[in-house]
């Protein structure tokens, strides 16, 4: 097997979804190099396999982005599974993967993988002046108040939403300084069609070393705590479907299939699914 492989991670076509790299045996990497690799791939996140600490995990992740290392690793776990179950590291089915003391759960085979979360509802409002100064939009960008209001909200870490118009989402360019000047790592920005069931968007997250994420998992499980919080998922008991185009107006769109199930009593659950591609030509020996 290649040393790194390349991927493209809920990709929808050729060309399509994020790109990540995934060293599946790293066990004789220093930390050094595991950084110089990371800028080495050419990927906003390369992920390095090692074995796992915790005896019930199949195996431990480090992440790493050009710039650091990354505390999380739920944003690549889907293509590293699915990267790994192709090569036949571990089996296709129910797995667990380790990042620092945090266990995530996925179902993957050699082309697909849907990461599960489930945890409180936990989302607030949040002033929009410095999100859409941060994506370089005027006020007038906001969609209209059924489109929901700017907010927080995450299983873990919180991602920040911004309602706008269709047409901002090609407009917007990052603004880094300013968001992260104002304390926010990231923006999501959509617009929610309620027919579709679908979330156009894009997002930006300078706060994790991403100037632009074409495909992020982690928001895409907090978008449904977020739709539920304005009232654009029903909130009755059930599994609510919906979908999510990340990477609108770019040159790398995704697609990503999510569910919300919500319960009379306990803690709602998600999932984020999606096909995970390899990119052969672009796999390179460390």
């Known amino acids: ?32 190099r595991m950084q110089a690799l990371a800028r080495e791939t050419g990927t906003l996140e390369t992920v390095f396999v090692l074995p796992p600490t915790d005896p019930s995990a199949d195996y431990r992740v480090r992440v ?79 969609a209209d108040g059924g489109s929901g209001s700017a907010g927080r909200a995450g299983f873990g870490p919180h991602f920040h939403f911004l309602p ?30 309620p027919e579709q069931l679908r979330a156009d968007a894009r997002m930006f997250a300078p706060g994790y070393g991403i100037p632009e994420d074409p495909a992020c998992s982690s928001a895409a499980l907090a978008l449904g705590l977020w739709l539920l919080h304005n009232g654009l998922l029903p909130a009755e008991p059930a599994t609510h479907r919906f979908q999510v ?22 803690d709602p659950t998600a999932t984020v699914s999606g096909e995970v591609v390899p990119e052969p030509d672009a796999a390179f020996s460390r």
């Open 1 to 32: 097997m290649s040393d790194i492989e390349i991927v493209s991670m809920f990709a929808d076509g050729p060309g399509s979804g994020g790109l990540l790299g995934v060293a599946p045996e790293a066990s004789d990497l220093t930390d050094d």
């Open 64 to 142: 790493f982005t050009p710039q650091a290392e990354s505390p999380f690793g739920g944003h690549p776990s889907l293509g590293t599974a699915v990267t790994l179950a192709r090569l036949g590291v571990i089996p296709s089915g129910p797995v667990v993967q380790q990042c620092g003391e945090r266990l995530l759960s996925l179902t993957v085979d050699e082309h697909h993988g849907t990461i599960a979360a489930r945890g409180p509802l936990e989302t607030s409002d949040v002033d929009p002046a410095p999100l859409l100064a941060g994506a370089g939009l005027a006020r007038s960008a906001l």
């Open 164 to 193: 706008v118009h269709p047409e901002a989402l090609g407009e917007a360019a990052p603004h880094p300084d300013v968001l992260l000047g104002a304390g926010f790592k990231d923006v999501f920005l959509l617009h929610w069609d």
């Open 245 to 266: 185009r990340q990477g609108v107006g770019t040159d790398r769109q995704a697609l990503l299939t999510c569910t919300l199930t919500t319960y009379d009593d306990g």
